[in-house]
């Protein structure tokens, strides 16, 4: 996840159990709350269990507790000692409280719950069901105290998510943003490109009105190269000097990449800034049976073609669009995965609906409110196969 130094910060306590099924819950958790907040965890408690001065100071001085209470293996519930002392902490030092409690664990048996703010069951077989009353919570604790502002100083009205593919294997990847401004305290946005084999050789970004895109469509340009556009308003200039690159990431995909921002400066809350970024690469979807055998999904053997997509951040209205060259060749239609950040699927009920397009075979499926911690997986198979 990017890091973005507007982020509060939060402490999360929960079980050092080495049951795979909790820590695949703890590490579901974590890829969320990472998008909202820079997350400052503890350590295994010693062996008599006590709670040391490095930990109180730890919560002492984030500005957001967070608590994740599973049941232990071959227990009703009985969840780790430490996690509800370390929220008894927390409470003392009047930080904002959210604690997730895994289903079936009894509220008598939790001393805690009568002081904390909020708390909230979830369901560790899936916990996307319980997404939306966090970000309830969220929304709730910073009405209820402004000093604690864990919301983001911009919001994404929309995110529409391109891929345009040629009969050559070529491809452009572009993500166009729609942000308002929410706080007087916006001054840029942070973003994540992934690098591959494939993709361009460099990790500077250009300005689009600096390449050469061709008179019948300005979507097809052959440089190789990672681009940034800006569409609302005119009035702004971005400079080279204003997109400023961060710190470099890799994924368990073993996909390399790295953070920029768009320093877009001061702007009136409600503003609202239409943007978009990408690349353009070369040889972006192989062709060879072979090379997809060898697993561009997940690294699993497949017959299909595919990519995809994570948002960092609540996005009002999502939309995934991939539009193919009329000479590409493509069998069927696109289908749309999507999956929790550790790659168990979501049930859905969205399709991709063909569109007439002049110059490409375009398919389009659009999304209302979603949050961070998916991915989005388009898969497709070319008429070759």
């Excluded at 911009?154 to 009969?167: D, E, G, L, Q, S």
């Excluded at 494939?198 to 970004?205: E, F, G, Y």
Aim: charged share 30%; net charge neutral; proline share 4%.
């Amino acid at each position: 996840m990017a890091k973005n130094n507007m982020k509060k910060t939060a402490f999360m306590a929960h079980s050092f159990e080495d049951d795979e099924s909790v820590k695949k819950v703890i590490n579901s958790f974590k890829n969320i709350f990472s998008c909202y907040f820079d997350i400052i965890t503890g350590e295994e408690p010693s062996s008599d269990k006590s709670i040391s001065e490095k930990i109180r100071n730890m919560i002492k001085k984030q500005e957001v507790f967070i608590g994740i209470i599973t049941k232990r293996k071959n227990s009703e519930w009985n969840t780790s000692a430490w996690v509800l002392t370390e929220a008894t902490i927390a409470v003392d030092f009047n930080k904002p409280i959210l604690l997730l409690v895994e289903k079936d664990i009894k509220e008598n048996d939790i001393g805690i719950i009568g002081k904390v703010r909020e708390y909230i069951h979830f369901d560790p077989n899936d916990i996307s069901e319980c997404i939306p009353k966090v970000l309830k919570i969220l929304n709730d604790m910073n009405k209820t105290s402004p000093e604690n502002n864990l919301c983001f100083p911009y919001k994404f009205r929309a995110v529409i998510n391109r891929i345009t593919i040629y009969p050559d294997g070529r491809g452009i990847y572009d993500r166009r943003c729609v942000l308002e401004v929410l706080s007087d305290d916006f001054k840029k946005v942070t973003h994540g490109i992934g690098i591959g084999d494939d993709t361009p050789k460099t990790t500077v970004l250009q300005s689009w009105s600096n390449l050469k895109t061709t008179k019948i469509s300005d979507r097809f340009t052959k440089d190789q190269c990672l681009f940034w556009r800006i569409f609302k308003p005119q009035n702004i200039i971005l400079g080279e000097k204003d997109v400023l690159y961060e710190d470099e990431w890799k994924d368990k995909d073993v996909l390399k990449g790295f953070n920029f921002s768009f320093n877009f400066g001061k702007f009136p809350i409600g503003s609202i800034i239409e943007y978009s970024y990408g690349l353009s690469c070369k040889g972006m979807f192989p062709w060879i049976k072979r090379q997809m055998e060898n697993g561009e999904l997940y690294k699993e053997k497949t017959n299909k073609l595919s990519d995809w997509m994570e948002v960092r951040s609540e996005v009002d209205k999502l939309t995934i669009i991939i539009q193919f060259d009329h000479d590409y060749g493509l069998k069927g239609t696109p289908e749309l995965r999507i999956t929790m950040q550790e790659g168990e699927k979501v049930t859905h009920n969205y399709k991709f609906e063909k569109e007439d397009s002049l110059f490409y075979e375009t398919y389009k499926v659009t999304m209302g409110r979603t949050t961070p911690g998916f991915k989005y997986v388009v898969e497709w198979k070319p008429e070759i196969l």
